[in-house]
């Protein structure tokens, strides 16, 4: 009965999605910087003890960048986006000499409501939408070598609002704020080796890396 669900509420989002690249009347090109307060790396997600389980490394104040592609349809009341950010910080070393951190590579689909203002040149937004998220832990230890690295993709959701000024001809700036829960799975596996000479003893770190603070955008969009 839960798989008829899904298969039903599907075939509304791809219909949800004709529809609007049948009726679409703007295109847009964005891109922009993006600013993510914090995120945490679990460190043991998969241990029987809660308190492992919680056990975390908090990152904060990451950077990256962002690339959406947005159309709009029944007369700019509507739109329909796709988005591509690539975010990534490492903090380190420590007293250990090890640094760690990750990047993620969120892909996201979302539908706007521009809200009504009347005020030429000006828009105001909300939205939401889901996404997967790709990425990796990005930990680097004394004497190892890593020889590979996994990742199991998150999927989530999001909702955001924002305003859109536009200052010349098609170019507008735009900034945001969204809220999403993005997390993905690691498995990184190592090799120590002392004095050059490779012992042949490998280690595998599993971690989850969520990152779940509060987003803000700022940049450039050329409609057209």
């Known amino acids: 009965m839960f798989y008829f669900i899904k298969k039903i509420h599907l075939f509304f989002v791809i219909l949800f999605l004709l529809q609007s690249l049948c009726t679409a009347q703007n295109n847009s090109f964005g891109l922009k910087l993006i600013y993510v307060s914090s995120s945490k790396i679990y460190l043991f997600p998969e241990s029987s003890d809660l308190i492992l389980r919680k056990k ?3 990152i904060e104040n990451i950077w990256g960048v962002s690339f959406e592609y947005r159309r709009s349809f029944n007369e700019a009341k509507f739109g329909i986006g796709m988005n591509v950010d690539y975010i990534r910080k490492t903090i380190g070393p420590n007293t250990f000499n ?7 590579l969120p892909i996201e689909i979302t539908a706007y409501f521009f809200i009504p203002l009347g005020i030429e040149n000006w828009k105001i937004f909300m939205g939401g939408g889901a996404g997967t998220y790709l990425g990796g832990r990005l930990l680097t230890q004394e004497n190892t070598n890593q020889i590979s690295s996994e990742f199991t993709p998150g999927f989530g959701i ?3 609002g924002g305003i859109e000024y536009l200052f010349f001809n098609n170019f507008a700036i735009q900034t945001k704020m969204k809220f999403r829960d993005l997390y993905f799975k690691t498995n990184n596996k190592y090799y120590s080796y002392q004095n050059g000479i490779n012992n042949n003893l490998s280690s595998d770190y599993k971690s989850r ?3 779940d603070g509060m987003i803000v955008e700022l940049g450039l969009l050329y409609s057209f």
């Open 56 to 58: 975390h490394l908090p």
């Open 98 to 104: 090890t640094k760690d951190g990750f990047w993620a």
């Open 158 to 160: 999001h909702i955001l």
């Open 209 to 211: 890396v969520s990152i």
